[in-house]
């Protein structure tokens, strides 16, 4: 068998090791995914059916952030179910870095990259498990746009898929335009480079132009020194920290033996490439425009263009012995996210039995009492009303606050500001939230975990397990 025919094999094997976990989940373990879901809902049942939400309407404007608002109806039209769909995105957000990562590899190297087949065991990264999944969607398009650029030099493949990057997401736009600046600067060739700004201009001409830009261009600068370090961990850790720390260790500790030994190879170029993406994770903020993590997530972008930049110079034993090492790190990391996922699916029950017991179209506050121990999708619990019940719910991704193509109905946009929409976890000891809004404008409370205290206008409606409901007097 040749070379090239053993790695598509180990490619092939790695990519249906991660979606393992994916085919096993019907609502997979990520943070974010119940109010991905919910969105995705509202945008089938109001383009296919014709059926619109109580409380939240679909906006066609062009947004930067629309690689789900866009492929999950279009899977549906093709047949799949909403939940059917929005798992085959899913993988396919899951899958996108990975798959650049392979092309970037093959156009820097021109030869089997066998050390990039590690990417595949940084997939499910920390900012994946909170179910970014726009954002890893358009990075494997920034990544591939990127290899497709330094293979053919061509304006127009650029200009395609930079403009499919930027409709994905804003911030795979930016980093793809990072990338193709600091190769460019490398290469020193006044023509590629006015090839390559014409074609990225001509997508950011578009945006400018016909892009909805209401959302404020507000910064903060939120993480300290010690939490930016955390993030360094992000795209080894998902879930678990010694899972994580046992993956990094494992990788690093073979790399470094590698290089040390003259197996590994960083290609030409490759250090403008990851200055370029350093500087940004120290100099950009926290938060640009209510997203959050926004330098936090370049950590990974960061490891995945090393992996590409990364030959290995040396023989079929060590080249197996990467393969292996990828599929290792790779089984860890799903064996930690299907457990995670399980156990997820034995709570969502207790939370679907509660949500089927609120009224029809009945606005809904929620709040989780416990600790909170990193990602978990219980704090979006509350969207199964969304689409079951037709329920209002203050945490929905909804513009003006992210940016979606699904609006909050300007008649209930006060409703979100009487409360906390999105992180309502009281952790032991804290204060208790701010219950006098809740009595005279929302209809029920969704309460997740042991509450200490409860407002006075509320009385108990359904208890399922984990999961409580309590009417709300006026």
Same mark, same amino acid.
């Given at each position: 068998m040749s070379e090239k025919a053993l790695f598509a094999l180990a490619t092939l094997a790695l990519t249906a090791l991660l979606l393992v976990p994916i085919w096993q989940s019907e609502h997979p373990g990520l943070a974010d995914y119940?109010?991905?879901?919910?969105?995705?809902?509202?945008?089938?049942?109001?383009?296919l059916h014709g059926r619109e939400h109580a409380y939240y309407e679909v906006r066609h404007a062009f947004v930067p952030n629309l690689a789900l608002d866009v492929a999950v109806p279009l899977l549906a039209a093709a047949g799949l179910s909403t939940q059917d769909a929005m798992r085959v995105f899913t993988a396919a957000a899951l899958l996108m870095p990975v798959a650049g990562t392979l092309a970037l590899a093959w156009a820097l190297q021109r030869a089997v990259p066998w050390l990039a087949l590690l990417?595949?065991?940084?997939?499910?990264?920390?900012?994946?498990?909170?179910?970014?999944?726009?954002?890893?969607f358009s990075i494997g398009i920034a990544l591939l746009a990127l290899a497709v650029w330094i293979r053919w030099r061509a304006a127009a493949?650029?200009? @395609? &898929?930079? =403009?499919?990057? /930027? %409709?994905?997401?804003?911030?795979?736009?930016?980093?793809l335009a990072a990338l193709v600046a600091a190769h460019e600067l490398w290469r020193r060739e006044r023509r590629g480079a006015l090839a390559a700004g014409l074609a990225l201009g001509a997508c950011a001409a578009l945006y400018l132009v016909f892009a909805e830009r209401a959302l404020p261009l507000t910064f903060a600068w939120n993480d300290g020194l010690l939490t930016r370090l955390q993030h360094l961990a992000s795209p080894w850790i998902a879930y678990e920290p010694v899972t994580g720390a046992l993956v990094a260790a494992a990788m690093l500790i073979v790399l470094r033996v590698l290089h040390r030994r003259g197996r590994l190879v960083l290609q030409p170029g490759w250090l403008p490439l990851a200055a370029v993406l350093a500087v940004l994770l120290v100099?950009?903020?926290?938060?640009?425009?209510?997203?959050?993590?926004?330098?936090?997530?370049?950590?990974? @972008? &960061?490891? =995945?263009?090393? /992996? %590409?930049?990364?030959?290995?110079r040396a023989g079929w034993q060590a080249k197996l012995g990467v393969a292996a090492l990828?599929?290792?790190?790779?089984?860890?990391?799903?064996?930690?996210?299907?457990?995670?996922?399980?156990?997820?699916?034995?709570?969502?029950?207790?939370?679907?039995?509660?949500?089927?017991?609120?009224?029809?179209?009945?606005?809904?506050a929620w709040v989780v009492f416990g600790p909170h121990r990193g990602p978990y999708p219980a704090r979006h619990a509350?969207?199964?009303?969304?689409?079951?019940?037709?329920?209002?719910?203050?945490?929905?991704?909804?513009?003006p606050f992210n940016g979606e193509s699904v609006a909050f109905r300007p008649a209930v946009r006060p409703l979100v500001e009487l409360w906390i929409r999105d992180d309502v976890v009281v952790k032991p000891g804290?204060?208790?939230?701010?219950w006098a809004p809740l009595c005279g404008a929302y209809d029920v409370l969704l309460v997740i975990g042991e509450p200490p205290n409860l407002p006075d206008c509320s009385s108990p409606l359904a208890i399922g397990g984990r999961a409580a409901l309590y009417t709300l007097r006026k």
């Open positions: 119940p109010n991905h879901l919910a969105r995705a809902h509202i945008l089938v049942e109001s383009q990417a595949f065991a940084l997939a499910y990264s920390r900012y994946f498990a909170w179910g970014f999944l726009n954002y890893f493949p650029l200009f @395609v &898929l930079g =403009l499919l990057a /930027l %409709a994905s997401h804003l911030m795979g736009f930016g980093v100099a950009m903020p926290s938060m640009i425009m209510e997203s959050h993590f926004v330098a936090a997530r370049l950590v990974v @972008v &960061l490891a =995945l263009v090393l /992996l %590409a930049c990364a030959a290995l990828a599929v290792a790190l790779a089984g860890t990391k799903v064996a930690e996210v299907s457990t995670v996922w399980s156990r997820w699916a034995a709570e969502l029950p207790d939370y679907r039995r509660v949500v089927a017991a609120i009224p029809t179209q009945a606005r809904v509350a969207a199964f009303a969304v689409i079951e019940r037709e329920a209002f719910v203050p945490s929905f991704f909804g513009f804290s204060r208790a939230p701010p």
